[in-house]
């Protein structure tokens, strides 16, 4: 159960009807009380997909400008030692979401675009909590968790069940999965937004529809060529993960999707500016298929990549200047992070790697997105609530975790969450407000082989593996896996170039117990 600091948010700040709601997790909210509590801050837990930790100029970016990030940056605070929970993105959304570590359960690994809801509508979500707390709460992006009750049977063309609705988002509009998986359409409140009733919409993930050309198939229809996988149904000239037929006017334009997600969020926060508000905005940029907007095209040296980093920019601009004209960006927390490390050749000749020029988007460490090294898990934060929190604040070092933004945020509005609800999330909003500089004891990491990675502070340890060395189904990315033990001084040696596992005996041991307690501490909870 989360102890809430009372001395963090003086009753001014939240009125007192607030506070006694609070107080009754999964009440009924009585009618009239969200307008009752304008003061209360709202939230924009903002997610980049694939954003690795040196894509940002803040964070040291080569060969790409991003002045939204900056000035975001510039009026709040920046992490240099934040990890996402997982090096993909459905286990790291799904720890984000639940605040229990995807490896607590064997169905987190990245979900097709038809599987089932991964969350399960009894669990408790961030969303429920704000929810809960009289909050009007919204997801609008990527999902990538899952959708309806049962794998492969989802009505696409009818209401779905087992949809955010379920799990605490009073609004949703959603990519089902990734811009790379079918279906490619939007949805909308349980339906297919923009629904085609002339062409309806079938999905598989097992076979294709007959007389349905495919990038294999048909090469030549493709406006941006596959290099690995994601040869199946075509889409807007790309071809994608999976099989699907119809759609119509529902699907989605790659070009356009930023837009889309903009315009609904700016939507969302001006609908609900006077009530307090939390929003869930996971962007698709900077995944594959990268296929930006031409007016983001070819301003820097990067390629598509760069410019994806450049709308994602964009994004960030358009939600600020979003809440600065509804007049609320005093009273409004604004997270920025990434889902989880950068990649650069995710399965389309976008011509990434060739165009890096010298730019590292890990910012020089090692590994990428589905790595147990610290370039599939670190990530970029930066935390802005003007007057809240310190201007221009750079937290450097302070070790920081995804997995502790549901019970912080929690703190924050004085949620109390009813019993078994974020098993591994622990309130550290001093840390998230730069309050405080104390360490989280340790972090975990999972990195797409299920391998638990730890570090505390200093070191970092990777259980030895006889599991494959480098990816085998297509980019060039170390695992992390290695047949012996490795141990790393994460302030000597900030890129794990040095196994000191041998020559530090003692370590290993203390670091092969927080890894028995990083991977077996407190029961599943009784979902
Ligand atoms: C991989 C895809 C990759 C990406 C990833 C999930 C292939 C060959 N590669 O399987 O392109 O979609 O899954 O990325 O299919 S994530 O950021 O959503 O976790
Ligand atoms: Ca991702």
């Keep these: 159960m989360i102890h809430i600091n009372d001395k963090q948010f003086p009753a001014s700040i939240l009125g007192t009807s607030a506070l006694m709601l609070c107080q009754a997790a999964h009440a009924a909210q009585p009618a009239g009380k969200k307008d009752t509590d304008r003061k209360r801050p709202n939230v924009i837990l903002l997610i980049a997909d694939d954003l690795g930790y040196g894509d940002l100029e803040c964070y040291g970016a080569k060969n790409i400008e991003t002045p939204n ?18 090096a993909t993105s459905t286990p790291s959304r799904y720890g984000l979401l639940t605040g229990e570590y995807a490896w607590r359960r064997p169905d987190t690994d990245v979900a097709a675009g038809n599987a089932a809801s991964i969350i399960k509508p009894e669990q408790y979500t961030i969303a429920d909590m704000f929810h809960d707390a009289g909050y009007y709460t919204g997801a609008i992006g990527k999902w990538h968790l899952g959708l309806g009750e049962t794998t492969g049977e989802q009505n696409w063309n009818g209401r779905l069940s087992h949809t955010p609705r379920d799990l605490g988002f009073d609004y949703h509009y959603i990519q089902a999965a990734t811009a790379d998986r079918v279906p490619c359409v939007y949805l909308e409140q349980d339906t297919v937004a923009n629904y085609d009733p002339t062409a309806p919409i079938s999905v598989s993930y097992k076979r294709n529809f007959e007389g349905e050309p495919t990038g294999a198939s048909h090469p030549e229809l493709l406006k941006l060529m596959y290099s690995h996988g994601h040869n199946q149904s075509i889409v807007d000239g790309i071809s994608r993960i999976g099989y699907m037929k119809g759609g119509g006017t529902a699907l989605w334009k790659d070009e356009n999707i930023a837009d889309s997600i903009v315009g609904h969020s700016i939507r969302f926060i001006n609908e609900h500016k006077d009530e307090p508000f939390f929003l869930y905005l996971a962007t698709n940029d900077v995944h594959v298929p990268r296929w930006p907007h031409e007016r983001f095209r070819g301003k820097n040296s990067m390629g598509l990549r760069g410019d994806a980093i450049a709308q994602f920019d964009w994004t960030v601009g358009e939600v600020m200047k979003a809440v600065e004209e509804a007049g609320i960006a005093d009273n409004t927390l604004i997270i920025l992070s990434s889902d989880n490390g950068p990649v650069v050749d995710d399965g389309y000749a976008d011509r990434a790697e060739e165009l890096l020029n010298g730019h590292s988007p890990t910012g020089g460490l090692r590994g990428f997105k589905y790595s147990g090294y610290e370039g599939g898990t670190m990530v970029p934060l930066i ?49 998230m407000l730069g309050k405080s500089k104390k360490h989280r004891p340790w972090v975990s990491e999972l990195s797409s082989t299920r391998m638990i990675c730890v570090r505390n502070n200093k070191w970092k340890y990777i259980p030895a593996s006889n599991k494959m060395q480098m990816i085998n189904w297509g980019p060039n990315i170390e695992t992390g896996n290695q047949p012996v033990d490795q141990l790393f001084n994460m302030i000597d040696d900030p890129d794990e170039t040095t196994n000191v596992a041998e020559s530090h005996p003692r370590v290993l041991q203390m670091m092969k117990r927080i890894h028995q307690e990083a991977s077996a501490t407190k029961a599943t909870p009784s979902h």
């Design 69 to 86: 990030v900056n000035r975001l940056a510039g009026q709040g605070i920046r992490f240099t030692n934040c990890h996402a929970t997982a």
């Design 383 to 431: 935390v802005r609530w003007p007057g809240r929190v310190q201007p221009a604040t750079k937290i450097n070092g302070t070790l920081i975790s995804h997995i502790d933004i549901f019970a912080s945020l929690a703190a924050l509005v004085k949620a109390k969450l009813p019993e078994g609800a974020a098993p591994d999330s622990e309130n550290r909003l001093d840390q």
